[in-house]
């Protein structure tokens, strides 16, 4: 069990996704498209031109170029250079097209018509147990243009781009990979978000990692996991009284720090078996579990499977609710949706 980082590379390094291919839009004019309920996670960014996205459920967003989006709503979500627009379904333009970029538009380039590039990838989960500490994730959150996370991702769109028409060796496997920086970046824009423009804290998990004390008390239990954390030794180690730690913890995170703590061990402890190498007493030992039989008890009330069925079937778990707190962030695009021409 090596030491962590920080708990938010911890569990990248611990989800089982399947990242889908980039695939691109390119429009001109008056156009719409509508994406039906979904449940993966989309990513994406405007590459040039302008955009309104609406998920279902919340005000429509204007989006520029530059500006990054994730939708992690199981809602349908539109699309579109104007809101009034009827609206074109884009499963069936996609699975009709024989390129990775959809161009809509009957006078491609025309002028006076404005030229709208947006591509996006999906993120599945393919493990429950450790898409439930993502549980907190907005509905919808964009990436404001200036900020570093959407200045990382842009220059690696444009390979995208420059390699959606060519067949080249390594160009899906290629795809793949910047969908997943493209989401790595995203929840780095969720967690540099946390301190609210009301003055009140991000919700949930990511939220917590933006904490002063509770960040740093997550930091602990991730790089310790196997120590035999108590409530009051945390509380000592982020300087704060035993009651308020306690508290504070569960407000942000949804969960007692020792149920957290047991939870954590599972969820890492699942990604050691899922290796298919270590045996589970030895896995056991190395989360902090005095007795392989002790192990296999609380690995069962978590995730809903013995280890060694979970070891064969990770996907047949059916873990223990975790807190699901959905809200939205306020980002500097929600003044710009209410003044498109700013």
């Known amino acids: 069990m090596q030491a962590s980082t920080d708990p938010l590379s911890d569990v990248l390094a611990s989800l089982n996704v399947r990242t889908g291919s980039l695939s691109g839009l390119e429009a001109w004019g008056s156009w719409a498209l509508r994406f039906g309920v979904h449940e993966h996670i989309k990513i994406g960014a405007v590459l040039d031109g302008s955009c309104w996205l609406g998920v279902d459920g919340a005000e429509p967003v204007r989006l520029a170029a530059g500006d990054c989006f994730l939708v992690a709503a199981r809602e349908s979500f539109t699309v579109a250079a104007d809101l009034d627009t009827p609206y074109r379904r884009a499963e069936e333009l996609y699975a009709a097209s024989d390129s990775r970029i959809v161009r809509l538009g009957e006078a491609h380039g025309a002028a006076g018509r404005e030229r709208t590039l947006v591509v996006g990838g999906s993120v599945d989960f393919l493990d ?15 990436i404001p243009a200036g ?14 781009i ?8 390594g160009t899906s496997v290629l795809s ?17 978000t946390a301190d609210r423009p009301d003055g009140t804290a991000l919700p949930g998990w990511l939220g917590a990692l933006a904490d002063p004390r509770i960040g740093r008390a997550l930091l602990l239990m991730h790089q310790q996991a196997g120590h035999g954390w108590t409530v009051a030794e945390l509380a000592a180690q982020v300087s704060m009284s035993r009651a308020s730690f306690a508290a504070r913890f569960k407000e942000l995170v949804g969960l007692p720090p020792l149920v957290y703590l047991q939870r954590w061990r599972i969820l890492a402890a699942g990604r050691e078996l899922r290796r298919g190498e270590p045996t589970v007493a030895s896995v056991a030992a190395a989360w902090g ?5 002790a192990f296999s008890t609380t690995f069962k009330r978590v995730t809903g499977l013995s280890p060694a069925r979970y070891r064969n079937a990770p996907l047949a ?26």
């Open 128 to 142: 429950a147990t450790v898409a439930l500490l993502l549980d907190g994730l907005p509905p919808f959150f964009a």
């Open 162 to 169: 420059d390699e959606a028409n060519a067949v080249r060796p």
């Open 176 to 192: 793949e990979r910047l969908t997943e920086i493209l989401f790595i970046q995203a929840l780095r824009a969720v967690v540099s």
């Open 317 to 342: 778990a059916v873990p223990a609710s975790w807190p699901a707190l959905p809200f939205r962030v306020p980002t500097a695009l929600d003044e710009r949706a209410s003044n498109p021409d700013a």
């Open 289 to 293: 579990y005095a007795s392989e039989s």
């Open 147 to 160: 900020t570093p996370e959407a200045k990382a991702i842009q220059p690696l769109l444009g390979v995208f």
